[in-house]
């Protein structure tokens, strides 16, 4: 069974730093591309961020690009996202999720981060 | 960037029904669309890719269609649990867009 469980959210002040991990089990994670995609409360889904299987490529969202930086340890079975210089508008909950095809498969349960004096 | 676009924003139903959900994009991007079903408080859920194919393990109750600019998610036979809002994305180029969502609602 393909599971996704991300952590390290929490409450940071506006230009602050946080990590963001998410930890994969139940398929070969080093054979995909995994992706970032978050939700401000009450608000639609917005992507964030996608790495490829092997860490040759990276896509960012204009709205974190030159903040945000997602990488993975294929030897930990791990995804993260770091996300610096955090704005009042990064507040939302952070799901990562599996690529396949494209698009996203699997989705995590997802973790709050939200930033705020 | 593709904007895309849903419609209606929301939408009531009642049981059995059959809803259809519009979704279009500002630029042709072929068959690269995907549905996505949420409930409150939890993760999307893949429904549909390639604008037509089912993921594994989804009903036949949904189905999607479209290539191009327009595309259409349908629901037949409505059940309480489909009752959720609904998302489309396209994943033709980079940055990936999701559509504002569409609420369906018991009605």
């Known amino acids: 069974e393909v599971q996704l469980l991300e952590s390290g959210g929490g409450l940071v002040q506006p230009g602050e730093s946080l990590r963001l991990s998410c930890a994969a089990s139940g398929f070969t994670f080093s054979t995909y591309a995994m992706s970032w995609v978050r939700q401000a409360p009450g608000k639609g889904l917005e992507w964030v961020s996608v790495?490829?299987?092997?860490?040759?490529?990276?896509f960012y969202a204009d709205s974190v690009k030159g903040r945000f930086s997602i990488s993975r340890d294929n030897s930990k079975n791990t995804l993260h996202l770091q996300m610096d210089s955090l704005r009042s508008e990064d507040t939302a909950v952070y799901y990562c999720a599996r690529k396949t095809g494209g698009t996203q498969d699997y989705w995590g349960q997802g973790t709050l981060v939200t930033v705020s004096s | 960037d593709i904007q895309m676009t849903q419609s209606p924003s929301s939408l009531s139903a009642s049981v059995g029904d059959r809803v259809t959900i519009t979704c279009r994009a500002s630029q042709g991007i072929s068959n690269y669309l995907a549905w996505f079903q949420q409930k409150p408080g939890k993760a999307p859920k893949s429904l549909i890719y390639a604008a037509s194919s089912l993921q594994s393990g989804v009903p036949s109750k949904f189905s999607g269609s479209g290539s191009g600019t327009d595309f259409t998610l349908t629901i037949s036979g409505l059940q309480p649990e489909d009752f959720a809002t609904y998302y489309c994305?396209?994943?033709?180029?980079?940055?990936?867009?999701f559509g504002q969502g569409t609420r369906l609602e018991i009605k």
């Open positions: 790495i490829s299987a092997n860490s040759g490529a990276t």
């Open positions: 994305q396209q994943y033709n180029s980079y940055p990936r867009t």
